[in-house]
């Protein structure tokens, strides 16, 4: 397992692999970052051989006992299949959904990410006959912060239409935005082995920014009246700012000072916009409309 993994795991508690037939409920129907995506749909993997020594495996018929303190889909994309429950909260999740990844079924007792007290735990260190080059980008506590913050975010209820990439079919979406920016992505970039990873926290906050300001630029209405989507995304960036506040007090300010804002003067609605193109002159602009 990697450092991150090895901090997963906890004393005295019991995890299970439950199999979770057939997709989970319907997430509620709401208005998201553009026109109605579906939620990105995982399925975890089953346990590599010999591995996972006395797992609990739960049947799906059993899952109508009110006694399984575990919740019956994946805590991040809400669908179903083998799930593997942390053994201090009654989520569940695929291995691949859980941030980070897991590459393999635990051999020993797990917690997820959020119930981890990471201002609290000791990070591992590299043993000393290890030969390993100057870290690159986010590394050790740091990397732990931003993943337990990202894995928050995953699991709020507001937050799957920010999942995964708009579809290109959405109308004039990137004609609007240009540069898009989603939670799986930033999963991705937190990677340090990732071709474009994060070097610096305020890299990685300024993306998450990016996904709000995208949100309230591409949704944003004329009348100074939030749509729906964006309320959404305002409740879901509240909660964002306060795990910063939290865990990343010293980056807080700045992020307070780069509050995410629409655009103005695109309105997303072709019936409705009227685009305009201004060419600058020192003496006299011309506005050139179309």
């Known amino acids: ?7 997963l795991k906890i004393g005295d508690k ?11 409920p319907t997430p509620p129907s ?11 749909q995982q399925n975890g993997a089953p346990p590599p051989e010999g591995r996972g020594a006395g797992l609990k495996i739960v049947e799906t018929h059993s899952l109508q006992s009110s006694s399984d303190p575990n919740e019956d889909w994946c805590s991040v994309c809400h669908d179903g299949g083998e ?7 009654p989520r569940v999740y695929h291995l691949q959904c859980h941030v980070p990844s897991l590459s393999a079924t635990p ?11 990471i201002l609290k735990c000791n990070i591992p260190r590299e043993s000393a006959g290890s030969k390993r080059k100057t870290p690159v980008g986010l590394s050790g506590r740091e990397l ?3 993943e337990r913050i990202l894995l928050h975010l995953f699991c709020h209820e507001l937050s799957i239409p920010f999942h995964i990439p708009v579809s290109r079919t959405v ?26 990873h994060y070097e610096d926290v305020p890299e990685y906050l300024a993306d998450i920014k990016l996904i709000f300001k995208n949100c309230y630029t591409f949704n944003h209405v004329k009348s100074g009246k939030d749509s729906q989507v964006c309320q959404r995304a305002r409740t879901l960036e509240r909660d964002f700012d306060a795990l910063v506040n939290k865990y990343l007090p010293e980056h807080f300010a ?22 305009q193109r201004v060419t600058n002159s020192p003496e006299n602009p011309v506005v050139v409309s179309w």
């Open 30 to 40: 709401s208005s998201s970052a553009a026109p109605s995506r579906a939620p990105p």
């Open 14 to 24: 019991s995890f299970s692999l439950m199999p979770r037939g057939g997709k989970g």
């Open 171 to 196: 109308p004039n979406y990137y004609k609007v935005i240009t540069k898009p920016m989603d939670l799986t992505t930033i999963k991705q970039k937190l990677s340090p082995s990732h071709f474009n």
């Open 107 to 117: 051999s020993e007792d797990w917690t997820c990410l959020l119930c981890l007290d």
């Open 144 to 146: 732990l912060i931003c």
């Open 1 to 7: 397992l990697s450092t991150l993994e090895e901090l």
């Open 83 to 89: 799930l593997l429950c942390c053994g201090s909260c």
């Open 254 to 275: 700045e992020l307070r000072d780069a509050q995410a804002e629409p655009v103005q003067g695109y309105d997303s609605d072709p019936e409705k916009r009227k685009k």
